[in-house]
């Protein structure tokens, strides 16, 4: 019940306002499913040391509107934006670079700071995802200082159990999402 109720305040305080007598939770390894009316919802439940932020699928009923999004969760007296404009998001699994980073683009909503990833591209992400046999990187090449920074590291276990139960739950198969 302590993780539903974690879980369910910090969803909530991203993307829905609701009580947990109306949401249904699961979760596996290092990643949880909640499903709040008819959207289902599969996040990170935590990064590695030394980095932050949470990963966030969302799916409407029958896996329509798919979205794909990096959380950045600053840290204690942090102030202004982790990135600057001219900075471009870096994917990684298990080492390797992705294409996808250049697919994903930042923002600023009443949440914080945030990189989203192109709806059409999501299908990708979940079978890269499901493929990880160690973790995901969201990194950043920040331009005006030559460097790249990394910003969350997760863990892929318990991904795949996750974006299943998602998909019972919202039915759809995760492996064969509808066009956006």
Not at 9 to 36: M, P, Q, R
Request: glycine share 8%; aromatic share 14%.
């Amino acid at each position: 019940m302590k993780a539903l109720i974690l879980a369910l305040s910090t969803l909530s305080s991203l993307v829905f306002s609701t009580s947990s007598a109306h949401a249904d939770y699961f979760e596996h390894g290092n990643w949880a499913t909640v499903k709040i009316g008819q959207v289902c919802y599969v996040y990170s439940l935590r990064s590695a040391k030394d980095t932050s932020g949470t990963l966030i699928f969302g799916f409407l009923e029958k896996g329509y509107n798919a979205s794909f999004e990096y959380r950045y969760t600053p840290y204690p007296g942090e102030t202004g934006s982790p990135w600057d404009q001219e900075d471009y998001v870096v994917l990684s699994v298990d080492g390797s670079e992705s294409w996808l980073g250049d697919e994903m683009t930042t923002g600023l909503d009443s949440h914080g700071d945030f990189a989203s990833l192109t709806a059409g591209f999501v299908p990708e992400m979940i079978a890269m995802i499901r493929a990880a046999t160690s973790n995901v990187e969201v990194a950043f090449d920040r331009e005006k200082l030559g460097e790249r920074w990394v910003y969350g590291l997760f863990s892929a276990t318990g991904f795949s159990a996750t974006v299943v139960k998602a998909g019972e739950w919202c039915q759809f198969d995760p492996a064969n999402l509808p066009a956006s």
